[in-house]
């Protein structure tokens, strides 16, 4: 960085071009006019800047950058009078009214505040400094070849004198010694998580099906997603609509529950049985036409929340992939590449209950999946 | 040592000096203080993203004085009475107490979101200012570098941020985040597990939120700040690039001094930046998570849609077919990993290759200090052109459902749509893109053969009427003449047989090929005198002209 020789300029590098012939923008069609279009930053000079000022011309200018900066004082004072003043009135801001005045009042004070100060200084750049333009040298960056080659010989002197060169013993065992302690805090980052295991491949719903079955019941019930109530057969008796269930006891029973619902979330779909694909009847999971499939996308996992009932589509929102309820959800559209998995239903004492997991990992695919 | 202007205020002369007796610093300010800067309208770019990034720490350090980092589930009771009774976050909750509770603490999060997308968008348009201008040539290849590590970290470090919050909306985010990890082949799950520590959400110990929160306030931001300091030392080092102009050359950089002319201006535009983002935040709601509700992994808001800096990702895995292999016990799922890798792939990866391929195949191995006009390298322009055309695509085909509503077509359609278009458009971009640059250097050619039209129609002894050309300005002339005209190429064989250097085997082959690609139809654009009258090119311009003819 050592330049700056300032050819601070005088008479020889005019900012300004003088005359000439009209110009144009360079790279439009040539206005025929005398009108001076250069590109902005064409380095002309900041208009004023690098000429004598216009004194009086100045004196305004500077009144107006004055104003400017008295203008930013008071939107600051306002900022600050707001808080202590108003904003903490009846015990304080809370709730989304005063939050929104508040967001008003503090958020117009600043911005006025910044902008003010942002043009007064602007202005004054262009109508008050009388800094004319520089002129420097760019050196090249490069060192000269002499120096470049007695560093080189430097550097091989440091590294004879060091032994390393010579003594290959000493170059082995140091990199040997290097490279576990490089591998080290890998290792350390083992705890972040526990392995995959198998956890991918069931749901909560497989262990409910088992508490159930101790019980000697055939199922466990379903219930609506957020009240937990379990869902008669009779509740879902119409063709159409959709809704959201899992399992019964999965708040209560399992360790991390959100994870586990994350997991199990179902639709629950009425689709007219004479609609079903052979294939769909044949598997016998429905109870009259209710089917239940997995409500995580096989696509990267959001949930499937939208129903088109008179297509029987179910459409994911995030990429749009979309299956077809009324064939064991078959991908019709979009990015996802398998169905989602459906979940066996049957009927106990008038209630739905699901008699088994889903018989394949639910969600994205994985490596391991198969 | 230390004599200061006679009339330096005491207290200025006082500091400076004792810094001096202790630095010699006064050497560094008497060489940098009136460091010449070029001035261009696009030069500001890169000060937004540096400004923008400066309002991301202030406004982030405030908020981390109440945000609680945990998923630790706790019963919201507080102001904002809609959510009374729900079961959320501690972060959520706390998110929430900064917006309604923490006077100014709405502001403050709004500011954040709004300059972390201003941040983005100027890093963009900064990155398209360097790549179209060549200003990324020999020697600032380590800076454009920079400038992708850095964007590359913005949309990391902008992921992480709206995740903390763990509203609906975040966690939609954070779900496709996993779903496209456990796309990865051999290790998706485990850096699944991994990170979560467990399952989604909460993995064993709800260790994700705080996760995030110490790289989206320690690690990222250290590293980002790191990077914005190398890269604005090796600015400052290798001096600003400059918009060709009579003024400018490679010997000598021309523009207004440091100190005070551009002191004054950039503190003038973080003010700028900061009262821009300070308006967006007063007048307009941004990220309202209070509207999402907490995160429910059975729920999600129909039409949410990402930051825009995410939106490629999320058009590219809109458009992908769903193509996945299973065999040997194994599932390979290209419907993920493709979309999830190879865009940005392409995009950073060529970035990052271009100036060392640009090289390689011009075989041009000269300092560049004055940029190019971006006609003048229209395969550059064009393949430029064809990048955005291909990011632009795909960030539109990442609001598809939106576009359909719009405009009354069918959601699968515009799927097709961007299907083809994705391949047709880039390539189409590229085609016309170097036409009109062509034509523009065609043009800038006759206006140095024949001058400007006057607007002066003259009538001629016989009666025809013309108009009179007059020769074009100086500075202009200067600007079209700034173009480095192709040269004839050596022959591949010289007289003795010897084949040129750098032709020889099938990279030598593929190298003068591409070489001939990039000058192909160059239209030759110079001064022959026609106008003799004015020959007071400057003499920086005439030596940089010479360099040029002497390094091929
Ligand atoms: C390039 C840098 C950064 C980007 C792009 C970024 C982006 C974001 C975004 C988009 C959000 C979501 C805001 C919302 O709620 O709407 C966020 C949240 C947050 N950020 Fe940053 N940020 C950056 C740097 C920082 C830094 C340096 C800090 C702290 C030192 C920080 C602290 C926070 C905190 C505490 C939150 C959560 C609070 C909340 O959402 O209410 N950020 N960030
Ligand atoms: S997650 Fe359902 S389509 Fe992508």
Redesign the pocket.
Known sequence: MSDNKDHSTGGEQQPREEGGAPGRVVGTPSPAAERRLLPEGDTAAPEGAGEELDEQAAKRAERVVASLFVLAFAASVAFIAYYIGWSGRDGGMHGIERARESNLWLGGTMTLAFLAMAVGITIWVRRLMTSQPVVQERHELRADDATRESFAKTFLEGAQESGITKRPLLRRTLLLAAAPLGLAPLVLLRDLGPLPEKRLRHTYWGEAVRRAKAQGKKGVRLVVDGTNKPLKVSDFATPGGMITVVPEGIEEHSEHPLNEIAKAVTILINVPPDKMSPRMRARGWDVNGIVAYSKICTHVGCPAALYEQTTHHILCPCHQSTFDATDAAKVVFGPAARPLPQLPLAEEDGYLVATGDFPEPIGPSFWERG | MSQTAPAAPKAVEGSLNFLDDRLGSTNFFKRNARKAFPDHWSFMLGEIALYS?VI??LT??F??LW?KPSMHEVIYEGSYTKLNGVKMSEAYAS?LH?SFDVRGGLLM?QI??WA?VL?MAAIMAHMLRVFFTGAYRKPRELNWLIGIVLFTL?MV??LF??S??DDLLSGTGLRITQGVLEAVPLVGTYGYMFLFGGEFPEGNHGDLIPRL?TL??LLI?GV?LALVTAHMMIMWHQKHTAMPSRNQSEKQVYGYPFYPVFMAKTGAFFMFTFGVTALLSTVTQ??P?WLYGPYDPGAISAGSQP?FYMGVLEGALRIMPNWEITAWGHTLSLNVLIPATLPLGIVFGGAAAWPFLERWVTGDNRSHHVVERPRNAPVRTGVGVAAVTFYGLLWLAGANDVLADKFHVELFKTTWFFRVAIFAGPILAYIVTKRICLGLQRRDAAVIDHGVESGIIVMSPEGKFSERHVPVREEEKAVILSKENAKPEAPAVDGSGIPAPGTKGPMGFLRSRLNRGWTLDDIPVEDRGHHGEHHEVEEGERAGAEQKELSR
């Open positions: 990034f991301l720490l982030g350090t908020l981390t945000f998110a900064i999060r954040h979101h972390a941040f913005g470090e902008g941020g709206y903390l919050p929160f989206h306030v931001p980002i941004i990220n998570i930051d």
